[in-house]
């Protein structure tokens, strides 16, 4: 059902390692959202993105960045991955306005 | 966006309905209610939204008082696949900031057999 795709779905990666999760959507929407949540916690918004080119920093200061050269791709990059950075990632899209948010089933993220 | 308080867990038995309150006393005017669920491990699913009418749709009901300072989200008859955490948001779609959802701790729904 789901038309928006996040992967790797697990990433181990060592202290230092460039990284980019990639998440694409197929729906078409303008909107896609990056947020960080550890287990059982809430989730914090870090990355928005209303349109091609445009890109916002969320409520959670990050250490990451992310791209939109193009409406259905939203990845989002650590230089320089630490053991902090161990979370869970989802990326989510929306039409727009007040309709509801599509999620990708995330990545799991460890550095050791 | 107003900020919303749910009960930290709840239990229901299978086959029977599940009803998850919601305060959010600061609620305004223009503030939409959202329900979504998030099963162990997935990516949030949304569930249904509304403004002061009840909603129903395949999922869920949606019962918002009339002064808007509560909801709560009816599954009719729960089954084991609806054990998730809950969440309760309000939201407002603004020019400025665009349209974000900010998620609680919501309600673990456990349905035991």
């Known amino acids: 059902e789901a038309d928006i795709y996040q992967t790797p779905r697990y990433l181990v990666i060592g202290t230092g390692k460039k990284i980019t999760l990639e998440c694409s959507q197929t729906?078409?929407?303008?909107?896609m959202y990056w947020y960080q949540q550890d287990p059982g916690m809430e989730l914090h918004l870090i990355h928005y993105?209303?349109?091609?080119?445009?890109?916002e920093k969320g409520d959670l200061s990050s250490e990451s960045t992310v791209s939109r050269i193009r409406t259905e791709h939203f990845p989002l990059t650590l230089e320089s991955a630490r053991p902090s950075h161990t979370s869970q990632y989802l990326c989510a899209s929306s039409v727009g306005g007040l309709s509801p948010l599509h999620f990708g089933n995330g990545t799991r993220l460890t550095v050791t | 966006d107003a900020k919303t308080t749910q009960p930290p867990s709840m239990d229901c038995a299978e086959g029977r309905a599940a009803n998850l309150p919601c305060n959010h006393s600061?609620?305004?005017?223009?503030?939409?209610v959202y329900w979504y669920r998030q099963i162990h491990s997935q990516g949030p699913q949304y569930i249904i939204h509304g403004l002061k009418n009840n909603e129903t749709n395949e999922m869920a009901s949606l019962i918002i008082t009339e002064d808007r300072k509560s909801s709560t989200l009816i599954l009719p008859h729960a089954t084991l696949r609806d054990t998730a955490v809950y969440y309760c948001i309000v939201r407002v779609e603004r020019e400025t900031s665009g349209s974000r959802l900010t998620f609680g701790e919501g309600t673990q729904l456990t349905v035991n057999p």
């Open positions: 729906m078409g929407h303008d909107k």
């Open positions: 600061t609620i305004s005017g223009n503030e939409y």
């Open positions: 993105s209303y349109g091609v080119n445009s890109t």
